[in-house]
C-alpha cells in the first residue's frame, strides 16, 4: 500500500472570533498527497482558517560554531503563537507516535489481506551420500518418498527382488539389472502456489482492518487537538507568569520608595522607628512573592519547550530554553450553549475514533462466527526430481502438482462458541463505552462553557478594579504626605492594587485557556481536508462516522430517542 498523506487545514481558537463551519467528510475525493504542515492566520478578528501548505520542518541541529549563548537564545527560539502550534505539531513525542500508529495499522491491512492472496513458494533440497555407505550389503531401505527411489538397493536374493517397489523391482523383474549402482546425489526442485478458496475468517478480518486504521486516523487527530490546545495553555502560562513578574517588581520597587520615604522621614525626626521596620517588614513579606513569580515563569518556559519537542542545548546554560513573543489577548466570544453541545458530537474525532472501534469490534464478531464454516484452500505448482541411477541434470523426472484441501470442525468442544461469545461480550462493551464518550463530550463542553463564562465575568469586574486600586494607592500616599493619613493605609492600598493587577491576569489567562479548551472540546480547533494516495479511510466514502445527537454506536439512526 502506498503511503497514506493528508492535508490539514487548522483554524486556532485564539485566531477565530467564532468556530468554522463544519465538512462533509464525505464529499472529499482521492487527490494527489502534498505534505502537510502549518501556516496560521495571524487576524483574530475575522474567522481565519490557516492552511496547512507544504514548507520546510524544522532541519537539524547545525553544526555547531563559536557563538554565544545569549545569541543563539535570542535569535533561534524566539516563538510565537503560531510558530508555537507548528512546532509542537511538527515535534510533539505524541503527535509523532500517533502518526506511528498510523503506519503500524496500514501494515496490519497488508498483512491480513495478503492472507486472501496467492502465496508462491519455491522449495529446493539436495541430498549427497558417500558411496562407501551405497555399497555396503545392508538391507534395502524402507524410506518413502524421492529418497526410496535414491535408496541403494546392492545384491538383494532374487527371491526378494519380487516384493521391492519402484524403478528397481522395475529392474529386476525384467532381468535386466542383478546389481544396481544408484546415484550418491539426489536433488527435487519444486516450485507450489497456495490460494483460499473460502473460509468464514478472513474476509470479515480484512473489513475489520480497515476500521482499525480509521481509528488511528481519528486517534491521529485528536492527539493534534489536544496537542494544540496543550500549546495554546502552556504559551499563556508563560505570557501570564512573565506579566506576574512585572507586577511583583512593581510592587518592591513602591515599598523600596516607601522605606526610602520613611528613612528620610524618620531622620528628620517627623515619623517613629516603628514607621521604618514596618516598611522593611512590608518590602521583605514582598520580596518572596517576587522570587516565586519569576521561578514560576521559568518553569512555564521549560515545560512549554518540552511539549515543543525541544532538546537541552548544553551552550545556553542557566539561560531560558525559549523566549515567548506575544500578548495576552482578550477576545470575548459569544457561545449558544446548545450548538456547542451539538457541534462538539458532529466534529469531535474523539468520537469519531469510538465509533471505529465498535465497527472493528462487529467485524470481530463475524470473525468468530467464521469459525463454524469450512475452510476450502488449492495447491498447484511443479516439480523437478533427479534420475536415481545418475546426477545428470538432463536426466530428471518433471511434472505438474495440483491438489485441492477442506477442513470443517464439525466438533471443537466449545471452543468457537466461546470465542463468539467473548466477542459479542467486547462488542457491547464497546458500545457502552461510546455512549459514554457522547456524555463525555456534552459534560467537557458544558464544563469549558462554564469557565469562559466565569473567567469573562471576572475579567469583565477586574477592568475597572484596577484603575480603582491605582487610585486609592495614588490617595494614600497623598494624604500621607499631607499628614492626614498613616503608613498602613499607604501599604494596604498597594496590597490591593497587587491583588487586583493578579487577579486580572489571572482572569485572562482562564479565559484564554478554557477557549482553547472549549475548542478543542467542540471539535473546532482545527479543520481538516483529507486527500489520499492509496487506500482512503471510509471516513471519505461514506456517512458511517455521522456521531450527532440522534444516531446510535453503530452509526444508525436511533429509532426512539430518550429525553
Known amino acids: 500500500m502506498r503511503k497514506h498523506l493528508f492535508i490539514l487545514i487548522l483554524s486556532s481558537g485564539i485566531l477565530a472570533a467564532k468556530p468554522p463551519a463544519d465538512i462533509d467528510e464525505s464529499s472529499v475525493a482521492p487527490t494527489a498527497t502534498p505534505t502537510p504542515t ?12 490557516p492552511i496547512l501548505v507544504p514548507s520546510p520542518t524544522p532541519t537539524a541541529t547545525p553544526k555547531r560554531t563559536r557563538v554565544s549563548t545569549a545569541t543563539r537564545t535570542a535569535g533561534g527560539r524566539r516563538f510565537t503563537l503560531d510558530r508555537a502550534i507548528l512546532t509542537g505539531i511538527q515535534q510533539n513525542p505524541a503527535v509523532l507516535v500517533a502518526k506511528q500508529e498510523l503506519e503500524r495499522t496500514k501494515g496490519v491491512i497488508i498483512e491480513v489481506r495478503a492472507q486472501a492472496l496467492p502465496h508462491i513458494t519455491p ?19 524402507g524410506t518413502s518418498g524421492p529418497a526410496a527411489s535414491a535408496a541403494p538397493i546392492v545384491e538383494a536374493p ?3 527382488i519380487s516384493s521391492v517397489e519402484g524403478p528397481v523391482a522395475a529392474a529386476a523383474k525384467t532381468g535386466a539389472i542383478r546389481n544396481m549402482q544408484q546415484s550418491d546425489v539426489f536433488y527435487s526442485i519444486s516450485v507450489t502456489g497456495t490460494q483460499l478458496i473460502f473460509n468464514g475468517t478472513t474476509y470479515p478480518a480484512i473489513r475489520g482492518t480497515f476500521f482499525q486504521r480509521d481509528s488511528a486516523y481519528f486517534g491521529f487527530r485528536n492527539t493534534l487537538d489536544q496537542v494544540i490546545a ?22 518592591v520597587q513602591l515599598l523600596r520608595s516607601q522605606l526610602k520615604d520613611q528613612q528620610n522621614r524618620f531622620e528628620a525626626g517627623t515619623v517613629p522607628r516603628f514607621n521604618v521596620l514596618q516598611a522593611e517588614v512590608a518590602l521583605y513579606n514582598q520580596i518572596p512573592q517576587l522570587i516565586t513569580a519569576q521561578n514560576n515563569f521559568r518553569i512555564a518556559q521549560l515545560t512549554l519547550a518540552k511539549t515543543l519537542g525541544l532538546y537541552f542545548d548544553p551552550l545556553r546554560g542557566d539561560k531560558p530554553p525559549l523566549e515567548v513573543v506575544g500578548e495576552m489577548p482578550y477576545s470575548p466570544r459569544k457561545i449558544a450553549l446548545v450548538e456547542a453541545i451539538e457541534l462538539g458530537k458532529q466534529r469531535r474525532p474523539f468520537l469519531k475514533q469510538a465509533r471505529a472501534n465498535v465497527l472493528n469490534q462487529i467485524e470481530q464478531v463475524h470473525v468468530a462466527l467464521g469459525g463454524f464454516l469450512p475452510t476450502i484452500n488449492t495447491t498447484g505448482g511443479g516439480e523437478w526430481v533427479s534420475s536415481p541411477l545418475n546426477s545428470s541434470w538432463h536426466d530428471i523426472s518433471k511434472g505438474w502438482i495440483a491438489q485441492v484441501a477442506g477442513s470443517w470442525p464439525i466438533w471443537d468442544s466449545g471452543e468457537v462458541y466461546g470465542r463468539v461469545k467473548e466477542q459479542r461480550a467486547l462488542l457491547s462493551e464497546s458500545k457502552i463505552t461510546f455512549d459514554d464518550d457522547v456524555r463525555q463530550v456534552e459534560l467537557e463542553v458544558q464544563q469549558a462553557y462554564s469557565n469562559l463564562i466565569q473567567n469573562q465575568q471576572l475579567v469583565q469586574s477586574q477592568e475597572k478594579n484596577v484603575d480603582l486600586a491605582r487610585e486609592a494607592v495614588r490617595l ?11 503608613q498602613l493605609d499607604v501599604l494596604n492600598a ?10 486580572k491576569l489571572q482572569a485572562l489567562f ?5 477557549l482553547a479548551e472549549f475548542d478543542r472540546a467542540t471539535g473546532a480547533q482545527s479543520t481538516y481536508t483529507e486527500s489520499f494516495n492509496g487506500i482512503a479511510p471510509h471516513a471519505t466514502r461514506s456517512k458511517i462516522y455521522d456521531t450527532g445527537s440522534g444516531i446510535d454506536a453503530t452509526g444508525k439512526r436511533k429509532k426512539n430517542i430518550a429525553p
Open 38 to 49: 502549518l501556516v496560521p492566520s495571524p487576524t483574530p478578528a475575522a474567522t481565519p482558517e
Open 123 to 141: 522449495r529446493g533440497e539436495f541430498q549427497w551420500t558417500d558411496p562407501n555407505l551405497a555399497g555396503s550389503s545392508a538391507a534395502i531401505r
Open 158 to 160: 532374487a527371491s526378494q
Open 230 to 251: 496543550t500549546v495554546k495553555t502552556e504559551f499563556y502560562q508563560v505570557v501570564v507568569n512573565k506579566s506576574l513578574i512585572g507586577v511583583q517588581e512593581e510592587q
Open 476 to 486: 494614600a500616599k497623598a494624604r500621607l504626605d499631607a499628614g492626614a493619613g498613616t
Open 494 to 503: 498597594q496590597v490591593q492594587l497587587a491583588t487586583a493587577e493578579t487577579t
Open 510 to 514: 482562564g479565559y484564554n485557556s478554557s
